[in-house]
C-alpha cells in the first residue's frame, strides 16, 4: 500500500509539472526506454526533492523552499536528475535560463 501511495505522489506531481505553465517540460528527443522514464521538471518521492533536465544544455534552475527559507539557485547539465535535497524541506524548483 505504501508504494502505491509513493507511486500516486510521483505521478501527481509529474502530471502537475506537465500541466504547469512555464515549466521546463520538453519531452526527450531519445526514445529508449531509460529516457522514456525520466521526469523532466520537478519531483518528489516521498523522500527527495529531484529536478529532471530534459535538453541539451546546462540549464539555471530556482529551488524554493518550504519554512521561509530563502530560494537558492544552481546549474543543472544537460539530461541529468539532480538531487535537490528532502522534500520536507523543498517545496518547488523550475528553470529560469541558461547557465
Given at each position: 500500500m505504501k508504494n502505491s501511495l509513493k507511486a500516486a505522489a510521483v505521478g501527481l506531481f509529474a502530471l502537475a509539472g506537465a500541466l504547469a505553465p512555464g515549466a521546463a517540460n520538453a519531452a526527450p528527443a531519445d526514445t529508449t526506454p531509460a529516457a522514456a522514464e525520466m521526469?523532466?521538471?520537478?519531483a518528489e518521492n516521498a523522500e527527495a526533492a529531484y529536478y529532471g533536465h530534459c535538453g541539451d544544455t546546462w540549464v539555471h534552475i530556482k529551488i524554493d523552499y518550504?519554512?521561509?527559507w530563502a530560494s537558492t539557485y544552481m546549474c543543472v547539465p544537460p539530461w541529468s536528475e539532480t538531487h535537490l535535497g528532502s522534500d520536507d524541506n523543498i517545496s518547488n524548483a523550475f528553470y529560469i535560463g541558461l547557465c
Open positions: 521526469i523532466c521538471g520537478y518550504h519554512h521561509g
